[in-house]
DNA sequence: GTATGCTTTCGGC
DNA sequence: TTACGGCCGAAAGCATAC
């Protein structure tokens, strides 16, 4: 059966949360900012309004880079929040979900949408159900976003992102070839930079070129799998169906040394709070883990990680304390700079529901 | 040979 | 002239299993 799918994003989220909550500072440079504490202004910009981007800001530019482009602008320079943004993200996927047949959301600020139903797979009706639920979002959060509808994820995706800021973008069936055939394959959801490298390589750079190359040389270059879903996004018929959102499949924390160190016992103590909130939050969300991570980011930016998969579900930090320092002292000693920044991730998370602890499997 | 699992790195926001 | 977060899932490389 034919399907409809939408792919919702909310315009500059963090910075239009900030200008919706403050109206006063709408038509200045807003800029939410990370700020590590190491120095005065050490950070950088998560989200920028438009404003500010004509400036030249952009997400991921040190603050101090950042402030530089719009001095003199009367720039509103706020540090981010993110469990606010958390609470009105809930909200809004709550909005839409009472408009759409099924909800995926897929970030704090984007979700796709099956809407097959809803529509009767009729194209106008999916517009007509696009604006309305950009009114709701607009009436109730005061936050604009962009709305894509297509036969696919990868077109809806694609659509919304064209769309922005505030637009809809419909992509008919009828349509699709003509739309995906300018777009380049970078964009294309499961290509990355070595597969565009073996794309280019047989003259593919674009989607319209990937729905017509040969499949032969394309399955040989990259295996069947990822060849015949190349081949179907290209031609606007993947079929991944959307799904109810998924519990999140890791945790992290990431934190900003005091000063850059090698020294793995002053590693260890600052991250003390990292391995506190992770363990309660993976207590309170009831789960366990079965691979852990040592992360560091060194003083050149690079990142380097080492872990390790349990053969059972782990659901108490504190009990591979151990393991935690193993993992950092082999880390360490496989890189010669000093770390900057540091962290823990838990991944491979199960719940903890219907298994049973370890004292009642013995009962 | 292809599928699967684990480890590490990358990229988007 | 430099400057520089935190978090997530995807991608990619490799080893092993089938």
């Given at each position: 059966m034919a399907r409809v799918i939408g792919h919702i994003d909310v315009d500059y989220f963090y910075a239009q949360v900030e200008e919706a909550e403050n109206p006063s500072i709408r038509d200045r440079p807003v800029l939410v900012c990370v700020f590590s504490g190491r120095t005065e202004d050490s950070g950088v910009v998560s989200t920028a309004n438009y404003k500010a981007r004509e400036s030249g800001v952009k997400s991921g530019m040190p603050i101090v880079l950042a402030k530089r482009k719009v001095e003199g602008k009367d720039p509103a320079i706020i540090s981010m929040e993110r469990g606010k943004y958390e609470v009105v993200s809930e909200r809004i996927m709550q909005l839409v979900k009472e408009e759409v047949d099924l909800l995926e959301q897929t970030g704090i600020d984007e979700a796709f949408f099956d809407i097959t139903n809803a529509t009767k797979e009729d194209y106008t009706t999916a517009r007509t159900l696009a604006e309305g639920i950009k009114?709701?979002?607009?009436?109730?959060?005061?936050?604009?976003?962009?709305?894509?509808?297509?036969?696919?994820?990868?077109?809806?995706?694609?659509?919304?992102?064209?769309?922005?800021?505030?637009?809809?973008?419909?992509?008919?069936?009828e349509s699709t070839a003509e739309f995906l055939k300018p777009i380049p394959v970078t964009k294309l959801y499961g290509v990355g930079p070595k597969t565009t490298d073996a794309l280019v390589s047989l003259g593919v750079t674009t989607i319209g070129d990937l729905a017509s190359a040969d499949f032969f040389k394309l399955e040989g270059l990259l295996g069947r799998s990822l060849s015949a879903y190349l081949h179907a996004a290209a031609t606007g018929l993947d079929s991944e169906p959307v799904t109810?959102?998924?519990?999140?499949?890791?945790?992290?924390k990431i934190i900003t040394l005091k000063k850059d160190t090698k020294d793995l016992g002053e590693i260890q103590d600052q991250l003390e709070g990292a391995l506190t909130t992770l363990g309660t939050r993976l207590k309170s969300n009831n789960e366990s883990f079965r691979t852990l991570t040592a992360i560091g980011i060194l003083t050149d930016l690079t990142t380097r990680t080492k872990s390790k998969t349990y053969d059972v579900p782990i659901n108490d930090l504190n009990a591979v304390r151990a393991n935690v320092a193993d993992l950092f002292e082999e880390l360490a000693d496989s890189v010669s700079r000093d770390f900057r920044r540091a962290g823990i991730r838990v991944s491979d998370l199960s719940s903890n529901k219907d298994q049973k602890s370890l004292a009642e499997f013995l009962q």
């Amino acid at each position: 059966m034919a399907r409809v799918i939408g792919h919702i994003d909310v315009d500059y989220f963090y910075a239009q949360v900030e200008e919706a909550e403050n109206p006063s500072i709408r038509d200045r440079p807003v800029l939410v900012c990370v700020f590590s504490g190491r120095t005065e202004d050490s950070g950088v910009v998560s989200t920028a309004n438009y404003k500010a981007r004509e400036s030249g800001v952009k997400s991921g530019m040190p603050i101090v880079l950042a402030k530089r482009k719009v001095e003199g602008k009367d720039p509103a320079i706020i540090s981010m929040e993110r469990g606010k943004y958390e609470v009105v993200s809930e909200r809004i996927m709550q909005l839409v979900k009472e408009e759409v047949d099924l909800l995926e959301q897929t970030g704090i600020d984007e979700a796709f949408f099956d809407i097959t139903n809803a529509t009767k797979e009729d194209y106008t009706t999916a517009r007509t159900l696009a604006e309305g639920i950009k009114k709701s979002i607009l009436d109730n959060e005061r936050l604009s976003c962009s709305v894509g509808i297509g036969r696919s994820k990868a077109v809806a995706k694609l659509g919304s992102d064209l769309a922005k800021p505030g637009g809809i973008m419909v992509i008919t069936p009828e349509s699709t070839a003509e739309f995906l055939k300018p777009i380049p394959v970078t964009k294309l959801y499961g290509v990355g930079p070595k597969t565009t490298d073996a794309l280019v390589s047989l003259g593919v750079t674009t989607i319209g070129d990937l729905a017509s190359a040969d499949f032969f040389k394309l399955e040989g270059l990259l295996g069947r799998s990822l060849s015949a879903y190349l081949h179907a996004a290209a031609t606007g018929l993947d079929s991944e169906p959307v799904t109810e959102s998924q519990a999140p499949t890791q945790f992290m924390k990431i934190i900003t040394l005091k000063k850059d160190t090698k020294d793995l016992g002053e590693i260890q103590d600052q991250l003390e709070g990292a391995l506190t909130t992770l363990g309660t939050r993976l207590k309170s969300n009831n789960e366990s883990f079965r691979t852990l991570t040592a992360i560091g980011i060194l003083t050149d930016l690079t990142t380097r990680t080492k872990s390790k998969t349990y053969d059972v579900p782990i659901n108490d930090l504190n009990a591979v304390r151990a393991n935690v320092a193993d993992l950092f002292e082999e880390l360490a000693d496989s890189v010669s700079r000093d770390f900057r920044r540091a962290g823990i991730r838990v991944s491979d998370l199960s719940s903890n529901k219907d298994q049973k602890s370890l004292a009642e499997f013995l009962q």
